[in-house]
């Protein structure tokens, strides 16, 4: 009898000695609140680091790409001519081309339209105006603009009548501008337009001492009220008797070039013309 619940004490003994020990090892496996608290962070900093990651790799993209479009060593194969105001092929270069051109520029749809010039690989220079460049919404649509490969003319600060200012003020109109657009993009521009292609012999001066080629245009009709809608514009730019080799389009940054400009473009290239990379002109020799 003693020895039955001697026995029966020790057999309780055991089982409450094993249930503590599972209990603790329940308890041990469950993370306590400082732990959890910090797995919880580790997941976020760990979720951090990959967007970071991807952002970086993102930026690597956009760089290589910018560098490839700078590492493309163009030779000069045309000249333009400032008696026709056409380009014109050097030696053997291929002669059914044309130039297209963009003033104003950035109002309000000129980066829309160097983005649908992009997806086309349709090259053309922008001409710009230092009063769209005050803000910095201006300024950063220039240098997106240039980022994507476009090359930037100068069309003046305040696109005043150069024959109607001083000497001193027509200096002041390029040149504020030539640093202005330094000063965003990194570079001075290599095209000049005058307003209205009212060109001086002060400002063509001006523009050989910045190394800049003077460039009016063959013919252009947006600006004129009988062409500020997208099909009379599309059929204007390419049913034009002027459309022959060599030719500088004028257009503007408006609202409804914008609208006409991707039939512009197709109805030209149907035609067997090629947009010329501004790129191949050569440029003006440095001032001595």
């Known amino acids: 009898m003693l020895k039955n619940s001697f026995f029966i004490f020790l057999l309780s003994l055991v089982l409450v000695v094993t249930a ?11 993370p306590k609140g400082d732990e959890a608290i910090e797995e919880t962070e580790h997941e976020e900093e760990t979720a951090q680091e990959e967007e970071k990651a991807q952002e970086e790799e993102k930026d690597e993209e956009v760089t290589e790409e910018k560098e490839d479009l700078a590492e493309v060593d163009v030779q000069p194969s045309y000249i333009v001519n400032e008696k026709t105001w056409k380009v014109e ?11 297209l051109t963009i003033d104003d520029a950035p109002d309000k749809y000129a980066l829309e339209m160097a983005k649908t010039l992009r ?7 922008f001409f710009v105006n230092g009063h769209f460049l005050q803000s910095e919404e201006g300024k950063k649509t220039l240098k997106e603009i240039a980022d994507l490969g476009f090359p930037i003319g ?4 305040h696109h005043e009548n150069l024959t109607e200012i001083s000497e001193d003020k027509q200096r002041e109109e390029i040149i504020s501008l030539n640093d202005l657009v330094e000063e965003i993009i990194g570079s001075r521009p290599q095209f000049f337009r005058a307003p209205f292609g009212a060109n001086t012999d002060t400002s063509l001066r001006i523009a050989k001492e910045e190394k800049m ?13 009988d062409y500020q809608s997208k099909d009379a514009l599309e059929k204007i730019m390419v049913e034009n008797p002027y459309l022959s080799n060599g030719a500088i389009l004028l257009t503007h940054d408006r609202s409804w070039t914008n609208e006409a400009l991707e039939g512009i473009i197709n109805g030209i290239q149907e035609k067997g013309y090629e947009f010329l990379d501004p790129n191949k002109i050569q440029k003006e020799k440095e001032a001595a």
């Not at 997806?119 to 220079?125: D, H, L, Q």
């Not at 080629?213 to 009220?225: A, S």
């Open 213 to 225: 080629i003077p460039m009016n245009w063959t013919f252009g009709y947006d600006w004129e009220v």
């Open 119 to 125: 997806e086309k690989n349709v090259p053309a220079i």
């Open 154 to 157: 100068n069309h003046t600060y």
């Open 89 to 99: 092929p050097i030696k053997d270069a291929k002669d059914k081309v044309v130039l």
């Open 20 to 30: 503590c020990g599972n209990e603790e090892k329940e308890t041990t496996n469950e």
